[in-house]
């Protein structure tokens, strides 16, 4: 599998992908709002995109979806229950189906509402596995239920399916928020050690070249996946005094979604 991360440099700070067969060429372009910069990448490379993957229905990740149609005839996939609001899709998704890019790359689709109700997130079983998660997962956070989401479902979908890939999966989201997360992390967990290493390289890097986390380090500084830590859970308890002495996962899950919302 090849793949293209395509930094936008726009105000929503988008990332897109162009996940390519090695052998045919043949591209899946994934979320391409700046649909120009997607099809001037693959044409750099001699590359040829036939398929386009939204992961959900919102304007920042289906706006481009018109122009890149136009100019190459690439079908459209998105989530089944998401199809009739995005307009033009040729072949809705559910749980457990498989995108086939050219004769080499295969994609495993997850349900992951949350963010949204009807929102697919992309997982690449390869040597090197990889995870394009849309808005659900972000490198360091987790997504947000402001536009048609519910915080409870996004907690479901991490416990019963984020969290059991491989921890060598690569984190492909679809926005670069890593320092702004690692903040975040770091004022519910000051003394998360590899949170304030990262944070400081975050800071210093270029966007177009961003870092990429495995699932193995979003463990280690991604707040939403340390719901178990004393200290997380001890400063949520100046924000929620009812919390409990033993608070469940889902209960600190969503006491960090409400903070973040506002933070």
């Known amino acids: ?16 992908y162009l996940i390519v067969c090695a052998e045919t060429g043949e591209a899946l372009a994934v979320d391409p709002l700046d649909w120009r910069r997607c099809l001037a990448a693959a044409t750099a490379h001699g590359w040829q995109i036939r398929q386009i993957l939204n992961t959900h229905e919102h304007g920042d990740h289906t706006g481009g979806n018109a122009g890149l149609v136009a100019a190459t005839g690439a079908q459209l996939l998105a989530h089944a229950g998401a199809a009739r609001r995005i307009g033009g899709v040729d072949r809705g998704l559910a749980a457990g189906d498989t995108i086939r890019v050219g004769r080499t790359v295969e994609l495993r689709c997850l349900d992951t509402p949350g963010h949204t109700l009807t929102h697919i997130c992309a997982f690449a079983d390869a040597e090197e596995p990889a995870l394009f998660s849309g808005d659900t997962l972000f490198n360091a956070g987790v997504g947000n239920c402001h536009n048609g989401g519910e915080p409870e479902l996004l907690y479901e979908t991490f416990a019963q399916q984020l969290t059991h890939l491989p921890d060598a999966t690569r984190v492909y989201p679809g926005h670069e928020y890593l320092a702004r997360n690692l903040e975040f992390t770091l004022d519910r967990e000051p ?11 975050a800071r210093q890097q270029d966007p177009a070249s961003a870092l990429v986390t495995t699932l193995a380090e979003e463990k280690r500084i991604n707040a939403f996946l340390r719901l178990e830590e004393p200290q997380i859970i001890a400063r949520l308890r100046t924000s929620f005094p009812d919390l409990g002495d033993a608070p469940d996962a889902r209960t600190v899950f969503l006491a960090l979604r409400t903070l973040r919302n506002s933070w």
């Open 191 to 201: 003394g998360n050690a590899a949170a304030t290493a990262l944070l400081a390289r």
């Open 1 to 16: 599998m090849l793949l293209e991360r395509i930094w936008t440099a726009n105000a929503f700070r988008n990332f897109h």
